[in-house]
C-alpha cells in the first residue's frame, strides 16, 4: 500500500509537468456557455467564457423565473467553482433554445449546486430534464454539486432543453453547455458482449455518462483535455486497491497515424495505467476489478482505453478482460492490435454491456493462461448509459413528456411571427399545389414511364469529415490485411481513369498490380456514396473470416488519408451481368451458365450454413457475381452483409437495404430478413441468366418492365421459352429447362416459408446441368418439382462423397424409385460443401 501511495504521488507531480501542454484540435461548429443567473460573463480557465445570464435570455423561454446567487465560499476546488455561485430558478416549464448549425451529436453538459435562497432550498428541488427527442433528467433533486453530462444527437435545426418542476416543486439549474462532439468520436457499431455479435445503431442513441476515469493516473479536466472532459482517478473504484499498482510513462505514448487521437484521449491517460501487483509473485492469479453504479434496465457503452507502457518487447502482454461474468475479451495481445506491433501506441476497444437487474457494473482484468508472465493492464475507461427504446435515459420516466411553450411577453412578436408565417407557408403551399397539378396534366400522355422506386434515403456520408482518422475500422484481428495508401496509388498507376474497370454503389473499381506482380481489384470509397463506414467494416470482418472457392477473397484493405479502399483478388472475366447484357462480349453457352449458377449458389449455401449463425448476404445481383479467369463464378460484395437469427427466433429485423428488382417483398413488406430472402435474389438471378435481360427496364411496356413478374407470367403459363435469350434457342434440353425454371419459380414465392434453401436450389441446379448433359436418361417424372422421392436402396447407403463430387454424380441404380422427398433431405448426403 505504501508503494501504491507513493506511485500516485509521483503521477501527480509528473502530471503538473504536463498541464500546460495541451493542444486543442478539436475546433467545435456550435459552442453555446451559459453561466445561468450571473450578471456578468465568467472566466473558466483560460479558454471558455460563459456568457451572463442577462446576454443568454434569447435563448431562453420561460415565465416565472428567479435569479439566485449566494455568498458561500469555494464550492469546489475546480476553477469552475464560480458557476455554482448563482442558478436560474424556475417555478415552471422553461426552455432553452439554441440553433444547431451542424447536425450530429452534441454534449450537454448540466451544472447544478443547491443552495438556500429565501423561500428556496434548492435541495428540496424535484424536476424532469428533457430534449425533443430524450429525457435527461427525471424526478431529479441533486444534493451536492454535481455535473451531468449527455450526448444527445440533433439531425437538424434546433435543440430545446426543457425544465420542468415537479407537483409543488421547481426546477434551476447553474450553468449549462452545449458544445458539438467529432463525428469520429463514437461509431455507429460496437461489440456487443452478450451475446456475442455486433451492436448497431448508436449514432441514433443518447447516453448519459456514468464514469470516465483515468487509470492509474490524476484527475484529469477540461483544461488538458481537448474535448473539455473530466477524467476522475480510478482509486475510488478499485475494489482492492492492494491488488493493483500505477504506471506513469506520459513521455513514451506515440500516437498512431490512423487511429486513436488526443480527441480520443487525452496522452496522460494514455500514458498512466493500473496494472495487477504481480511482480513478486511469477504465479499470480487474480483480477483487477472496479465497480461502478449503474441503474439496472438500461445498456452500457463501455470503452476501454489501453496503451502498452509496460512490456519492453511486443508479444510480452496478454491478458483477459471481463464485464460483470461475461468475457469480453480472452487472450488480448495489445501489440497484435496496433501497426507495426509497436509498444505505447494508444487503442481501444468499444462494446455495449446488456441490461441487468444489479445495480454495480463490475469491470475486470486479469491474466491469460496463456501466458508466462501473469499480468494485466487497462489505461482508461468509459462508461455511458445508452437510451432506451422510448429515448429516455431515466427509470423515473418512461414516456418522452411533450416540450411544453412557455407564457413570456417576449413569446408575443414570436406567436405573431408564427401567424403571419403560416399565412406565407399557406399560399406558398396553394401555389405549389396548382403547379404540382398542372405539371401532372402535362405528364398523362407519359404515364407508361417507369419511375424506380429510391432505397437509399439520399444521405450522403462525407469521409473527410467522418471517417478520416480510421480507428473504427481497425477490427480485431484484421490489421494484417491493412495495405498502405502510397502501394495502391502506385499499384493503380495513380488511379489512373483509364484502369476503371467498374462503378458500383461504393465507388470506382480498379485494376492494379502490387510489386509482387499480383493483379487486385482495387475499390475506392467515394465520398458522395450512399455507402460508408458500416458497409466498408462490414465487407472486411466478413471477407477476413470465409475462405471458399465460390466467394471472391479479400486481399486488404486501407483507410489512411480520409480513404476507405478494399482490396480483392482480380476476376478477370468481370462480372455475370456483363456476359449477359449491355457489352459486347460473346454469349455464353447454357452449360456454362449453369456452371456459374451452381457455383454462385454454393457460395451462398456456404454462407448461409458453414457458422453458428447464418451470413445474409442481403445483395445478391448478377452484378455481384464475378468470373474468373476460367470462368468460376465467385459472389462477391458483402458490405450489406448481416449474421442471420439466433436460434430461438425466426428472422432479424432491419431496414430494408439490397438492390431494386432483386429485393424479397416480404423483406420490404415486413423489415423482416432471413436466408430465403437470399434465395429470392438468387431466383431473380436465374431468370436472368435465361433471359440476359435487365431485371428492371423502364424502356419496355409497362408488363414487361420487370423481370421477375413477367417470367413468372410465362412460366406459370408452361412457355418460359418463349422469353428466353434468342441464343439458347434450340440448345437446352428440354428436362433441363424445366428443373431450372421450376427452381428458379420456387426462389420467388412470395412468403419465405415457401422457397427452398440454399441446399435445395444447389441440388437442383446440380441435376438441371445433368439433364442437359443427358447423364441421366430418363427423367422419372415430366412434371417433377423441387420435391424428388423416396431414394433408392442404392443411394440410402450412401455414406461418403469425394469432396469435389458433383451431387448428382454419385451413381444411382434407380432414379425412378426418388419422387417425394425434399430435397433437404438428400442434400447432406449428396454433396459435401467446401470448407475453409
Not at 490524476?218 to 493493483?244: G, I, Q
Not at 465507388?507 to 492494379?512: D, F, P, R, T, W
Request: charged share 20%; with cysteine; glycine share 8%.
Amino acid at each position: 500500500m505504501i508503494g501504491f501511495g507513493f506511485s500516485r504521488i509521483c503521477i501527480y507531480g509528473i502530471f503538473m509537468m504536463y498541464l500546460c501542454c495541451v493542444i486543442y484540435a478539436f475546433d467545435p461548429a456550435d459552442v453555446f456557455l451559459i453561466d445561468c443567473g450571473s450578471n456578468s460573463d465568467t472566466q473558466v480557465g483560460s479558454n471558455r467564457t460563459f456568457v451572463s445570464d442577462k446576454s443568454s435570455t434569447k435563448f431562453l423561454s420561460a415565465s416565472e423565473e428567479i435569479l439566485a446567487s449566494t455568498n458561500a465560499g469555494s464550492i469546489t476546488s475546480a476553477s469552475d467553482s464560480e458557476l455554482y455561485k448563482t442558478a436560474r430558478i424556475f417555478r415552471g416549464s422553461a426552455n432553452y433554445k439554441f440553433s444547431i448549425t451542424q447536425s450530429g451529436r452534441v454534449w450537454i453538459r448540466l451544472y447544478f449546486y443547491p443552495f438556500v435562497y429565501g423561500s428556496f432550498d434548492m435541495k428540496s428541488a424535484n424536476f424532469t430534464v428533457s430534449t425533443q427527442k430524450n429525457v435527461l433528467l427525471g424526478n431529479f433533486s441533486p444534493k451536492n454539486a454535481v455535473v451531468k453530462e449527455f450526448s444527445v444527437v440533433v439531425s437538424s435545426g434546433d435543440l430545446t432543453i426543457q425544465f420542468a418542476p415537479g407537483s409543488n416543486s421547481f426546477a434551476y439549474v447553474n450553468a449549462l453547455e452545449v458544445v458539438s462532439v467529432p463525428d469520429t468520436l463514437i461509431a455507429d457499431d460496437a461489440n456487443l458482449v452478450s451475446p456475442k455479435g455486433a451492436y448497431q445503431g448508436l449514432t441514433s442513441q443518447a447516453m448519459e455518462t456514468v464514469a470516465r476515469v483515468n487509470m492509474g493516473g490524476p484527475l484529469v479536466t477540461y483544461v488538458n483535455d481537448t474535448l473539455w472532459r473530466t477524467w476522475l482517478p480510478d482509486s475510488s473504484f478499485l475494489k482492492e486497491p492492494n491488488l493493483a499498482k500505477s504506471v506513469v510513462k506520459i513521455a513514451s505514448v506515440r500516437y498512431p497515424q490512423a487511429g486513436p487521437t488526443q480527441d480520443t484521449a487525452p496522452q496522460t491517460v494514455y500514458g498512466s495505467c493500473t496494472r495487477m501487483n504481480s511482480e513478486d509473485d511469477p504465479n499470480s492469479n487474480f483480477n483487477v476489478t472496479w465497480e461502478f453504479p449503474v441503474n439496472p434496465g438500461f445498456q452500457y457503452f463501455v470503452r476501454f482505453h489501453f496503451c502498452d507502457i509496460v512490456s519492453t518487447a511486443a508479444n510480452q502482454l496478454v491478458f483477459s478482460v471481463y464485464a460483470d461474468s461475461w468475457d469480453v475479451y480472452q487472450d488480448l495481445e495489445l501489440s497484435s492490435k496496433v501497426f507495426g506491433g509497436n509498444l505505447a501506441t494508444p487503442y481501444f476497444m468499444d462494446y455495449v454491456i446488456p441490461s441487468t437487474d444489479s445495480n454495480i457494473l463490475k469491470i475486470s482484468i486479469g491474466p491469460s493462461r496463456s501466458s508466462l508472465d501473469p499480468n494485466a493492464i487497462l489505461n482508461g475507461l468509459e462508461v455511458m448509459k445508452i437510451s432506451n427504446s422510448v429515448g429516455s435515459l431515466s427509470d423515473a420516466i418512461s414516456s418522452l413528456p411533450p416540450i411544453s411553450s412557455s407564457g413570456s411577453k417576449k413569446n408575443l412578436g414570436m406567436i405573431v411571427g408564427v401567424i403571419v408565417g403560416v399565412l406565407v407557408a399557406l399560399v406558398f403551399v396553394i401555389i405549389l399545389f396548382c403547379l404540382y397539378r398542372r405539371r401532372k396534366q402535362e405528364q398523362l400522355g407519359h404515364s407508361k414511364t417507369w419511375i424506380p422506386l429510391s432505397l437509399g434515403g439520399g444521405t450522403s456520408h462525407t469521409m473527410g469529415s467522418k471517417y478520416s482518422n480510421g480507428t473504427t475500422v481497425s477490427v480485431d484481428s484484421n490489421l494484417s490485411y491493412r495495405i498502405p495508401f502510397a502501394a495502391l496509388h502506385e499499384a493503380t498507376n495513380n488511379f489512373d481513369e483509364s484502369w476503371v474497370i467498374g462503378i458500383g454503389g461504393f465507388g470506382k473499381v480498379y485494376k492494379g498490380v502490387l510489386t509482387d506482380g499480383t493483379k487486385v481489384a482495387v475499390k475506392r470509397g467515394n465520398p458522395r456514396s450512399q455507402q460508408g463506414l458500416a458497409e466498408f467494416r462490414t465487407e472486411i470482418e466478413m471477407l477476413s473470416q470465409f475462405r471458399h472457392r465460390h466467394l471472391v477473397s479479400l486481399i486488404g484493405y486501407c483507410d489512411e488519408k480520409n480513404e476507405m479502399i478494399l482490396v480483392y483478388e482480380y476476376m478477370e472475366n468481370g462480372t455475370l451481368k456483363s456476359h449477359l447484357y449491355g457489352s459486347d462480349l460473346p454469349s455464353m453457352s447454357w452449360k456454362q451458365r449453369l456452371e456459374i449458377c451452381i457455383g454462385s449458389a454454393r457460395g451462398l449455401h456456404y454462407l448461409h450454413t458453414s457458422y453458428a449463425k447464418a451470413v445474409i448476404h442481403r445483395d445478391v445481383k448478377s452484378a455481384n457475381i464475378l468470373l474468373d479467369e476460367n470462368f468460376l463464378a465467385k459472389v462477391a460484395d458483402f458490405g450489406l452483409s448481416k449474421t442471420g437469427p439466433e436460434l430461438d427466433q425466426t428472422h432479424v429485423s432491419t431496414a430494408v437495404k439490397g438492390s431494386f428488382g432483386y429485393l424479397d417483398p416480404e423483406y420490404f413488406r415486413r423489415q423482416q430478413l432471413t436466408e430465403k430472402s437470399d434465395v429470392y435474389s438468387f431466383g431473380v438471378v436465374l431468370f436472368e441468366v435465361l433471359c440476359a435481360r435487365p431485371v428492371i427496364d423502364p424502356t419496355l411496356p409497362r408488363d414487361k418492365v420487370n423481370l421477375a413478374e413477367w417470367a413468372m407470367k410465362w412460366q406459370k403459363k408452361g412457355q418460359l421459352e418463349q422469353i428466353i435469350d434468342p441464343n439458347l434457342t434450340g440448345k437446352i434440353r428440354p428436362d433441363s429447362l424445366r428443373k431450372y425454371a421450376e427452381t428458379a419459380e420456387k426462389c420467388l414465392a412470395d412468403f419465405g416459408v415457401d422457397r427452398p434453401s440454399m441446399g435445395d436450389v444447389l441440388w437442383n441446379l446440380e441435376y438441371a446441368l445433368q439433364l442437359q448433359e443427358a447423364v441421366i436418361q430418363n427423367d422419372p417424372d415430366e412434371n417433377s418439382t423441387n420435391l424428388i422421392g423416396e431414394l433408392s436402396p442404392q443411394v440410402n447407403d450412401f455414406t461418403h462423397a469425394d469432396a469435389g463430387a458433383s451431387a448428382v454424380q454419385v451413381q444411382m441404380a434407380n432414379l425412378d424409385d426418388i419422387s417425394g422427398v425434399s430435397m433437404s433431405k438428400v442434400f447432406s448426403q449428396l454433396v459435401k460443401s467446401e470448407g475453409r
